[in-house]
């Protein structure tokens, strides 16, 4: 079949965590750079459907998109690089290769065949690697894991046929792997590197780039010996060292002429234009000219990936406003209801994390109560933003006993289920997820901040704040400032008395964008500036 789509696949080998999400997302801005589309999807070998059911712990993340899918916290990285919005078509599973593959045995679609891994599962993961055939002038496929996995096989095996079929010319194999320095020799080792091309060849996969992550520069002669042993060019070795920050990955890559390789090697022959706006915005990360420290409260704080999209939105925030944001982290659960003075400190802001479940819930309410009566910037997200509601319940109101739904059946839950959540039982992707409108009301901070009276943003919750009680919490003071247009959602709160105090029932850190920011964030990052003026 021949299309001009070009196709680049990304595997990773010798250890995982080597950052193939950032060496897709600084690709695909590099190429974008010479005025192609692209657009990157993940293949995931786990059998989750999704992550949505995933522990936080251990996956990360879970990055949801406007259309709703609760995906990879890699497509976080590539909407904040290629500044574009994906959807779910960009996220593959295995889970959803076998959902889709049995339900169509189910249904007699096989007509009486043996169905197998391959050809029939494979043919699926074929059939959704080409989803974005005609749309996209490149399509970077990165697949999950490390090679020699168990369950990486089919994906492997897909791949090596897509390649066959496209041909060469149309398709690139990318392999990232990792190129350690042993102390006690002083040596680098190309040794691990050798075993994990091994492996991909085995797989069939001739890789013809080698992405070498090291700690050390690789010297002419130890890229000519992975060259030599991997069988790829000698230019096609390419050296990616340790970044200060992962926003200068484009610009370390374009040094070392990645990108130039890749189009020659697809005969993309469009220049690159200079990356003048981000190198500006990796500048401003590097040398800011202040500093501002934000507590941020969670439960995950240990798995610090649970949080990526928010922290990334703050350091955008932090370029917009020329500073650096450094971030105190505080476990909501160890949070003691006494001195949460001593433990908040003396920063410029706080943000509470969302999150599920009721622990670290108090520890968060009592936080709240602090910075709200300390008069320090206060930024609540989803879950952040329900226990300011409960706080300013409980303290400003007078209702002691308020609660969230989701945690104790009180009088006053003024977070609850709306009704069309009270009938759902299944967990995966039930949730109100996705984009959706939401109505800003004029001379409020979230006006000031979004300067528009109609905005869009990313949901990922069952709870929402019960309208039952809104009247008393505005005539108590705490106005509603956003709701969904039709009136009948509360989508952000704030209190205007206070210098910055704002709870938002969405995920505005989805929609922050590497050069771009988010209002909301750059407004709070602003108000944290003026704390220790
Ligand atoms: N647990 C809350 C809810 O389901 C908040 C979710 C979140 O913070 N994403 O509504």
């Known amino acids: 079949m021949a299309t001009k789509t070009k196709y680049i696949f990304i595997t990773g080998g010798v250890l995982s965590s080597l950052g193939k999400g950032i060496a897709s997302s600084s690709l695909a801005l590099l190429l974008k750079a010479r005025g192609y589309s692209v657009t990157i999807a993940k293949f995931d070998p786990y059998i989750n459907v999704d992550p949505g ?7 990360g993340e879970v990055y949801v998109t406007d259309d ?28 959803q290769i076998y959902h889709e593959v049995i339900t169509k045995e189910r249904k007699g679609q096989y007509l009486g065949k043996t169905v197998q891994v391959v050809p029939h599962i494979t043919n699926e993961i074929k059939r959704r690697m080409s989803a974005f055939d005609g749309e996209y002038d490149v399509v970077i496929i990165e697949i999950g894991g490390t090679v020699g996995d168990i369950e ?38 190309t040794k691990p590197t050798q075993h994990s091309v091994k492996v991909l060849m085995e ?112 350091i955008h925030a932090g370029a917009i406003n020329n500073t650096k944001v450094n971030f105190k982290w505080i476990d909501s659960e160890t949070l003691p209801d006494e001195n949460v003075d001593e ?22 309410i009592d936080a709240i109560r602090y910075v709200r009566e300390a008069n320090i910037p206060f930024f609540g997200i989803c879950l952040g933003m329900q226990c300011c509601v409960i706080e300013f319940a409980r303290h400003v109101v007078g209702w002691e006993d ?50 528009e009276t109609l905005i869009d943003e990313r949901h990922r919750h069952r709870y929402e704040v019960n309208n039952e009680y809104v009247a008393q919490l505005e005539e108590a003071g705490l106005v509603v400032s956003g709701t969904s247009p039709d009136g009948k959602l509360v989508e952000m709160v704030e209190i205007p ?20 920011g988010h209002p909301l964030f750059t407004a709070f990052v602003k108000a944290a500036m003026q704390v220790h003026k």
């Open 497 to 516: 008395e206070h210098p910055w105090f704002v709870g938002v029932q969405f995920h505005p850190e989805f929609k922050s964008r590497a050069v771009k």
């Open 53 to 59: 059911t995933m522990n936080p712990f251990q996956h």
């Open 343 to 364: 433990v908040i400190g003396k920063v410029d802001g706080m943000l509470v994390a969302p999150g599920f479940g009721q622990r670290g819930i108090e520890g968060k």
């Open 68 to 95: 709703g899918a609760e995906t990879d916290l890699d497509l976080g990285h590539y909407e904040r690089y290629i500044d574009d919005s994906l959807s779910k078509r960009n996220n593959t599973t295995t889970g």
């Open 203 to 314: 797989n069939g996969i001739q890789p013809d780039i080698l992405v070498c992550r090291s700690e050390h520069k690789l010297n002419k002669e130890i890229r000519a010996k992975i060259a030599l042993f991997c069988n790829v060019e000698e230019d096609s070795v390419i050296e990616a060292l340790d970044a200060e920050t992962i926003y200068e990955v484009p610009n370390m890559f374009a040094k070392r002429n990645f990108d130039n390789i890749v189009a020659k090697k697809l005969g993309l022959t469009a220049e690159r234009q200079r990356l003048t706006t981000w190198t500006r915005f990796v500048n401003r990360i590097k040398s800011p000219e202040s500093e501002v420290t934000i507590a941020f409260v969670g439960k995950y704080i240990q798995h610090q990936d649970a949080y990526k999209s928010i922290v990334e939105a703050l």
């Open 152 to 189: 990486s096989f089919p994906f492997m095996e897909a791949s090596r046929q897509f390649s066959l079929e496209r041909g060469r010319g149309n398709v690139l194999n990318i392999h990232l792997t990792y190129v350690p320095f042993i102390k006690a020799s002083g040596e680098l080792k």
């Open 402 to 451: 308020a609660n969230s739904g989701e945690f104790k059946k009180v009088e006053h839950n003024v977070i609850d289920l709306m009704n069309e959540q009270r009938e759902i039982t299944d967990k995966g992707g039930t949730m109100r997820l996705g984009s959706y409108p939401c109505a800003v009301k004029k001379g409020t901070k979230a006006y000031k901040a979004y300067g």
